[in-house]
Nanobody, 115 residues
């Protein structure tokens, strides 16, 4: 099983930027489809962005044009660059890895957008 550890969350003002990082424990990281999900209080966990093993990306409509997902297979890392942050982006952000029936989650990192 792959272990995932997120970092980079914090408090940011509306309009600000943050970069989330996720490191995976497995050296076969390049085979995994990676994603970022988020869950706000009282809400269900939702997909924010996904990048597959070939580098193709998918974004939630709410973050298109503001967020960018990327990966560095040499470092077993996936990133989420978040710009023009809004209060409604406040949530715990989770890293996710999927491959051959594996569906692994990190423990999450809190992003708070507030003035």
């Amino acid at each position: 099983q792959v272990q995932l550890v997120e970092s980079g969350g914090g408090l940011v003002q509306p309009g600000g930027s943050l970069r989330l990082s996720c490191v995976a424990s497995r050296s076969i990281f390049s085979f995994y489809d990676m994603g970022w999900f988020r869950q706000a209080p009282g809400n269900q966990r939702e997909l924010v962005a996904r990048i597959n093993s070939g580098g193709s990306t998918v974004y939630a409509d709410s973050v298109k044009g503001r967020f960018a997902i990327s990966r560095d297979n040499t470092k077993n890392m996936v990133y989420l660059e978040m710009n023009s942050l809004k209060p409604e982006d406040t949530a715990v952000y989770y890293c996710n890895a999927q491959w051959l029936g594996i569906n692994a989650w990190g423990k999450g990192t809190l992003v708070t957008v507030s003035s």
